[in-house]
Nanobody, 118 residues
């Protein structure tokens, strides 16, 4: 099935930007292309929440708190999914996880830390 590997996290000041990348390593095209992807985040003491998702046809959805600031995209040729995060706020601080689902199965990456602090 391959593995989801996130990168791009780090520390940024409020108002700054980060771009997270999720690469599906070892995944064949016939598995990647029909899959739906999402970015979740989990802050300390809080439940994991879905931030953005993109379907296998490119339809996107965002949670209200990131609407207009975050953009999710996918590149089927490179088997990767990205999350562009602009105008970051301290409340965006969390571990961000890439997720893939196909049918009833859900797969997770290991997560990447995003810290927004002055």
């Amino acid at each position: 099935q391959g593995a989801l590997v996130e990168s791009g996290g780090g520390v940024v000041q409020p108002g700054g930007s980060l771009r997270l990348s999720c690469k599906a390593r070892g995944m064949i095209t016939s598995v990647f292309n029909p899959s739906h992807f999402g970015w979740y985040r989990q802050a300390p003491g809080r439940q994991r929440e879905l931030v953005a998702s993109i379907s296998n046809t490119g339809n996107t959805n965002y949670t209200d708190s990131v609407m207009g600031r975050f953009t999710i995209s996918r590149d089927n040729a490179r088997k990767s999914v990205a999350l562009q995060m602009n105008s970051l706020k301290p409340e965006d601080t969390a571990v961000y996880y890439c997720s893939r689902w196909l049918g009833s199965q859900t797969y997770w990456g290991q997560g990447t830390q995003v810290t927004v602090s002055s």
